[in-house]
């Protein structure tokens, strides 16, 4: 898929089988992302901007969903990335979740308009990772992040990462 942004767009709503960039990273220079995977593979994504994740257009529940059995979410963006949970929650994979957020002023922030699960593994760990700050739940909403395998199988973990602060209402 190269070196170049694969997908240039203000929103990207992206639907497969198999994976999203699985194995090979989409590029992407997009403002909000709806994606869902369906039977095997990962979501594998490289932005560039501030990048919002929310169930705008596919109705299923989740900003980005990979329903495959060990599938990872991975989304290393250069900007901040904002989980608003205005159409439902945010992350869901059944593998492991990487988000990113890179950059002096790039931030991971969410649950700003409702109470909501903002990134939940099944079977795997959780990380997330800002140069700026983290925030989970604003304005009196809370965002929650766990991966259910702690409390199954006493396997996967949750890692937080900031430059700066994180803050968990």
């Known amino acids: ?3 170049l942004n694969n997908i240039a767009a203000s929103d990207a709503v992206l639907s497969a089988l198999t994976g ?3 194995g090979d990273a989409i590029e992407t220079q997009i403002g909000r992302l709806n994606a869902f995977n369906a039977n ?3 979501i594998e994504i490289s932005n560039t901007g501030d990048l919002t994740i929310d169930d705008f257009a596919l109705g299923n529940g989740n900003g ?15 900007g901040s990335i904002d989980i608003p949970g205005t159409s439902g929650d945010g992350v869901y994979a059944d593998g492991d979740i ?3 957020a890179t950059g002096t002023a790039s931030d991971i922030t969410a649950g700003f308009d409702n109470n909501i699960t903002a990134v939940k593994s099944s079977s795997g ?3 997330l990772h800002a140069d700026n700050d983290i925030y989970l739940g604003q304005n009196g909403y809370h965002s929650d ?9 006493g396997s996967g973990s949750i890692t937080l990462t ?4 994180i803050t968990i209402e």
Not at 162 to 165: M, P, T
């Open 98 to 100: 990487v988000l990113s």
């Open 125 to 127: 760990s959780v990380k």
């Open 162 to 165: 900031a430059g700066k602060n």
């Open 64 to 78: 980005v969903k990979n329903a495959a059995t060990s599938g990872k979410v991975t989304i290393n963006n250069t």
């Open 145 to 153: 992040i766990y991966t259910t395998s702690i409390y199954t199988s």
């Open 40 to 42: 095997s593979g990962n």
């Open 20 to 22: 999203i960039g699985s």
């Open 1 to 3: 898929n190269g070196a």
